[in-house]
């Protein structure tokens, strides 16, 4: 079955330490996406990729970085420079056409103890 | 740039009853408009879009959304819900030439509404 696939659905991390999260699609995609979700703010852009060794900062880039050297797998790394990591994180791909619908993934949720 | 607002940040119905929830929108041009679904937990479901064309839109469900272009609204409609809808509804709003007319599309998501269903 074709799918985005998001490793680990939960994860804790102690203040200071860097986490990555991972994302994998085998949709064929060209375009990957990471949103943060916050209760009652809805989903904010973290960072964008339209294909591959290329990637653009979303709204809320700062204390987060990402790589994007395979087309299936655009990995996000919180960083300890992020000041309130705790959210949950939500992945997305689409086609990268204009009017392509954007499909997500099932979300990790980050908790710093 | 494109906004989107969702006034209600929680709706209760009771099971069987219709639901409308309402979105608002804020672009320039007619833009994409999109309705996704999100259980507790999970990732987000997409319902429905509108790129063009018919303005009364049929989506998974049972679920349909009528594009008003002199209200900015994308209204989300279904006329009997079950307690199985019970989820967080958001609509999302896109640049048919994309972010800065790049041709890559950039969401803007409303903040969302809670559904609940009551027995």
């Known amino acids: 079955d074709g799918g985005i696939t998001q490793s680990p659905k939960y994860l804790f991390r102690k203040e200071g330490q860097n986490v990555t999260l991972s994302c994998e699609q085998n949709?064929?995609?060209?375009?990957m996406y990471w949103y943060r979700q916050d209760p009652g703010q809805g989903l904010r852009l973290i960072y964008y990729s339209q294909i591959v060794n290329d990637f653009q900062k979303g709204d809320i880039a700062e204390g987060y970085s990402v790589s994007r050297e395979k087309k299936e797998s655009f990995p996000l790394t919180v960083t300890s420079a992020q000041k309130n990591p705790t959210a949950f994180y939500l992945c997305a791909s689409s086609p990268g056409q204009t009017t392509d619908t954007q499909y997500f993934g099932p979300g990790t949720r980050l908790t710093v103890l | 740039a494109q906004s989107v607002t969702q006034p209600d940040i929680h709706i209760t119905v009771s099971e069987g009853a219709s639901l409308e929830l309402r979105c608002n929108y804020s672009?320039?041009?007619?833009?994409?408009l999109f309705w996704y679904v999100q259980s507790p937990g999970q990732g987000l479901q997409l319902l429905l879009k509108y790129f063009s064309g018919d303005t009364l839109v049929q989506g998974i469900k049972g679920f349909e959304a009528e594009f008003k272009r002199s209200q900015s609204s994308f209204n989300l409609r279904k006329p009997s819900v079950p307690w199985s809808d019970a989820a967080e509804y958001f609509c999302a709003v896109g640049a048919p030439k994309g972010y800065l007319n790049t041709g890559f599309q950039k969401l803007v998501f409303g903040t969302g509404t809670r559904l609940l269903v009551s027995p």
């Open positions: 672009y320039g041009a007619t833009p994409y």
């Open positions: 949709l064929n995609h060209d375009a």
